[in-house]
């Protein structure tokens, strides 16, 4: 795979730039086919950062590392990219095993009661002609009602953005929580969700 290496403000050795490609290699070989790759390197108050970006044909992966060397700093971002791409690849998988229509719930059989026989017919000593003629009774089965399986919902405060942020930083920092749902506010103070599609895109809602 083809990386593009970033770098503002250090400098890339060649160990760095082969760890790079090989992590890259790794993840590709995850992924399956993949479009672009990016590593950018930058320092920001004696903290080196790596952010790593891959996009794929159907899922894009955005993962940042911080460390007090670059080496540290990309293998955490390769770290968590690869795990993002694991996910992924199992939530693939999952989808594809899931069964496409769902067995109807069979009928319960109808149970019928069985007639009571009167006193003097069971004794052999009542008469025909006093024993009222009985008519047949069409019994219908109607279809059994399919049960309502109860959503089991769990409160949680991490998919809330304490802070104002861009929306590049809200991705970033949905993929660093390893999380499907982020809600947070710009700088402008506009209100946005931004969730992951069961398809794997990135979808912004704002709220108006």
């Known amino acids: 795979m083809e990386v593009e290496l970033t770098a503002r403000q250090v400098r890339i050795s060649k160990a760095l730039r082969a760890q790079a490609e090989d992590g890259m290699d790794r993840i590709a070989r995850i992924m399956g086919k993949t479009t672009s790759a990016a590593i950018t390197f930058r320092v920001q108050r004696h903290l080196h950062i790596a952010e790593l970006t891959i996009k794929a044909r159907l899922q894009t992966i955005v993962a940042t590392g911080e460390a007090d060397t670059q080496e540290a700093a990309l293998r955490a971002a390769l770290a968590h990219a690869e795990h993002q791409a694991l996910r992924y690849r199992d939530r693939h998988l999952g989808r594809k095993r899931l069964p496409k229509e769902e067995k109807m719930q069979a009928v319960p059989p109808v149970t019928r009661a069985k007639p009571r026989v009167a006193p ?29 399986v109860e959503p089991h919902i769990v409160k949680s405060a991490e998919a809330i953005a304490l802070r104002a942020m861009t929306l590049e930083e809200a991705v970033k920092e949905t993929e660093f929580r390893d999380r499907d749902l982020l809600v947070f506010r710009n700088p402008a103070g506009e209100l946005f969700v931004l969730h992951r599609r069961r398809d794997g895109q990135m979808e912004l809602v704002e709220i108006p």
């Open 120 to 148: 003097a017919e069971a004794n052999g000593t009542g008469s025909r002609s006093s024993a009222k003629p009985r008519a047949s009774i069409a019994v219908h089965s109607f279809p059994a009602r399919p049960t309502v």
